[in-house]
C-alpha cells in the first residue's frame, strides 16, 4: 500500500508483531459498513463520479455478503481488516476501487470501526443482562416468603425474605444496564472525516455519514476523534463492574451450594462431577463466573495502561485497543449465557435457609426492639437482649427457648408476647420500612423492579410517543 516511499520488502518478523488482521478481522462488518457511507457521501458530494460510487458500493456489498458467508481470505502481509479489504475490492472491481480511500485515512476509519463496534456490543449486552435479571425476578416472585439469614460479615444478622436477596442482584444489574447505555451513548459519534487527525481538503459531508450509519453526531475536533477511546474505556468499566457483580452472586451460589450451608441444590444441567469422586456435584459455573471477571478488570487496566501518556493523535499504541475489548465482550456473553438459564433452575432449600434461622440469634434485633417499644433507650435494650443472648447460648436454646421467667430476670417488661415478636417469620413481616424486608414491602418492590426490567427504557423515547412492542 506504501511501496511508493520503500526500497525493500517488510521483514516477515516485522509483520508478526504488526499485523492486527488476525483479531481484527473480526471487524470485517463495521468496517464494510463504514466504507459504505464513505462510498455513498463521496459519490453524493461529487469528490468521486457517481458512478465511481455506485461501482464500489456494489463492490463492497458482494464482500458483505462474502463475508457473511465466511468466504473472504485475508493476507497477514496486507497488515489489518482495512487494507485486506481493500486489497479484496480491488481484486473484484478493477482500479476504481481505489478511489474508496479518498478523504479517509485508516485512523478514522478504525475508529469508525470501533464505535459502531462498541455500541452493537453494548446492545447485545444489554438484552442478555435483561435475561438474567428476568430469571432473577422469576425466581423472586417464587419466594417472596421464602426466608433465609441476612448475613452481615458472613455471620447470621437478620431474617431476610429471599426474593429480598435476589431482588438486590437485580438492582445491581440495573445500574450495569445503565453504565453499558452511558458507553452506547459515548460510541455514538462519528470519528469519520477526521483523515488522519487535520481533516482533509476535500469538501466531504461528514454529518452526512454520521447520518447514515445512524451515528448521532461528529466529533467538534478532528484530533480528538482519531485517538479517543474514552467510549471503548467506558464499555471495558461498565463489563468489569458487571462482572464484579457477576462474581459476588456467583460466589454467594458456591457458598449457598456448599454441603456446609446447603441452601440450594444446583441443577445438574448445569452442574458438573468429579473424576474421581462419585458423590459430588461441583458449582464449576459459578466459579468460574467468580474467576471470569479477573482477566475483564485486566482489559480495562490494561487499555488505560495503552492510553496513559499517548501523545496526539494516532499511535500505533492505539491497535492495542482491540483483543482485550474483544475478549471482555466474548467473556461477558459466555457468562451471561450459562448464568441466565442456570439461576432460573436453581432449587432454593427453604427448610434449610428456615432451619439456619431458626438455629441462630438473628432474632437478637427484634428482641432490642421490643424493648425500645417498651420505652427502653436502645443502647440498654441492646445491652439486655446480649445477655439473653449469651443465657440462651449457655444452654445450647434458640432465644424463644427460654421461659419466660428468664426474660423476666433480664428486663421485667417483658411479656409473653416476647414469643411472636421473636419468631422469625413475624421479624421479617414486620420490616416495612422503605426497602426492607417486609414481605408487602418486598411485593412492592418486586413491581417496581419489573418495571425497569420491562418498562420503557428511561429517556430512550420521547414522552407520549407511540411505543409498538410495549416497550
Ligand atoms: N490496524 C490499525 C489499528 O488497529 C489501523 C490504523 C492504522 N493506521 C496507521 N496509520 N498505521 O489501529
Known sequence: MWGGRFEAETDPRVHALNA????????????????????????ETGIIAPEDAEAIIAGLKALLADAEAGRLSFRLEDEDIHMNLERLLLERIGPVGGKLHTARSRNDQVALDLHLFVRRQAEAVVEKIRTLQRA?????????????????????????????????????????????????????????????????????????????????????????????????????????????????????????????????????????????????????????TRAKSGRVFGHLFALLTVLKGLPLAYNKDLQEDKEGLFDTVDTVHRVLDVLAPAVETLRFRSEAMLRAVRESYANATELADYLVRKGVPFRDAHAAAGRLVRLAADRGVPLEGLPLEDFKAVSPLIGPDVYTVLDPVEAVRRRTSPGGTGFDEVRRQLAQARQAVDGPAPGAFPAGAPVADGR
Open 136 to 288: 432473577l425476578l422469576h425466581q423472586a416472585e417464587a419466594h417472596v416468603e421464602t426466608i433465609l439469614p441476612g448475613y452481615t460479615h458472613l455471620k447470621r444478622a437478620q431474617p431476610v425474605s429471599l426474593a429480598h436477596h435476589l431482588l438486590a442482584y437485580v438492582w445491581m444489574l440495573e445500574r450495569d444496564v445503565r453504565r453499558f447505555r452511558a458507553a452506547q451513548t459515548a460510541a455514538d459519534v462519528s470519528p469519520l472525516g477526521a483523515g488522519a487527525l487535520a481533516g482533509t481538503t476535500h469538501p466531504i459531508d461528514p454529518h452526512r455519514t454520521a447520518a447514515l450509519l445512524g451515528l448521532a453526531g461528529i466529533y467538534p475536533n478532528s484530533i480528538d476523534a482519531v485517538s479517543d477511546r474514552d467510549f471503548a474505556l467506558d464499555f471495558l468499566y461498565a463489563a468489569s463492574m458487571l462482572m464484579m457483580h457477576l462474581s459476588r452472586l456467583g460466589e454467594e451460589i458456591v457458598l449457598w451450594a456448599s454441603d456446609e450451608f446447603g441452601f440450594v441444590e444446583l441443577p445438574d444441567a448445569f452442574a458438573t462431577g468429579s473424576s474421581i469422586m462419585p458423590q459430588k456435584k461441583n458449582p464449576d459455573v459459578f466459579e468460574l
Open 20 to 43: 492486527s488482521i488476525p483479531f481484527d478481522r473480526r471487524l470485517v462488518r463495521e468496517d464494510l459498513e463504514g466504507s459504505l457511507a464513505h462510498a455513498t457521501m463521496l459519490g
